[in-house]
């Protein structure tokens, strides 16, 4: 069965350095999300892309966060210069339909970031 | 804005029993779907069952089963013959695009 990936699958990086968390969506799906989950706490939307543009972002998601498709396969997040509360998991979903006609959203495994 | 409330922070089970986690939403929107995740401590987050809106009949997927009630907004999830492996935490979700979750429940099964 087809299923998102994610590396790596930890992170650790100093405060006020670049991270970039890669995901491999299905293959055929268009829509894609990012979310983050802090330890102990709900999980929550960052932002979702589609037809390589964002359609919709949260009020997290500031100037030190983008997202990318560099190519057919994968979705990235970048974190321009890590603060201390970016510390948390971050999960990758694709879908392959949004809204209307919306479909499941598959999850990746998710990427736990450490910033010391 | 959509919300998302899991009024249970932790349940408890005995094994082979039957539980419900409670689940209630917010929304103005008439098409949208409900999922309920499972976390265990992998922090992987695992499609239990889902539910679109559009449909009155509840889903059901092996020992789990939703009692989706659109009018009241509520829409709990009954885990029955529990087993151990199904302690973990369990999500809520609505999804209308974006998913919203809500705080999650520990579930605890006893042997």
């Known amino acids: 069965e087809p299923e998102v990936t994610q590396t790596p699958s930890h992170q650790v990086t100093q405060m006020g350095q670049e991270v970039i968390l890669r995901c491999v969506p299905i293959?055929?799906?268009?829509?894609f999300y990012w979310y983050r989950q802090i330890l102990g706490q709900k999980v929550e939307f960052l932002v979702s892309?589609?037809?390589?543009?964002?359609?919709?972002k949260s009020e997290i998601f500031d100037d030190q966060f983008s997202v990318e498709r560099p190519d057919g396969s994968n979705f990235t997040l970048k974190i321009r210069s890590t603060k201390l509360e970016d510390s948390a998991m971050y999960f990758c979903?694709?879908?392959?339909?949004?809204?209307?006609?919306?479909?499941?959203?598959?999850f990746g495994p998710g990427t736990r970031l450490t910033v010391l | 804005a959509q919300t998302v409330t899991q009024s249970q922070p932790e349940m408890s089970v005995q094994e082979a029993e039957t539980v419900t986690l409670s689940c209630t939403y917010d929304?103005?929107?008439?098409?949208?779907?409900l999922f309920w995740y499972k976390q265990p401590p992998s922090r992987q987050m695992i499609l239990v069952i889902r539910?679109?809106?559009?449909?009155?009949q509840n889903a059901t997927e092996n020992r789990f089963s939703v009692n989706f009630q659109k009018a009241a907004k509520s829409f709990s999830l009954k885990i029955s013959d529990s087993q151990l492996g199904d302690a973990a935490m369990y999500f809520c979700?609505?999804?209308?695009?974006?998913?919203?979750f809500g705080d999650g429940t520990t579930l605890t099964v006893k042997p």
């Open positions: 979903a694709s879908s392959f339909f949004d809204r209307v006609g919306t479909d499941t959203q598959y």
């Open positions: 293959s055929n799906h268009l829509y």
């Open positions: 892309f589609y037809n390589n543009e964002i359609s919709e």
């Open positions: 929304t103005s929107e008439s098409d949208y779907y």
């Open positions: 539910q679109e809106a559009y449909k009155q």
């Open positions: 979700a609505y999804n209308a695009g974006k998913s919203t």
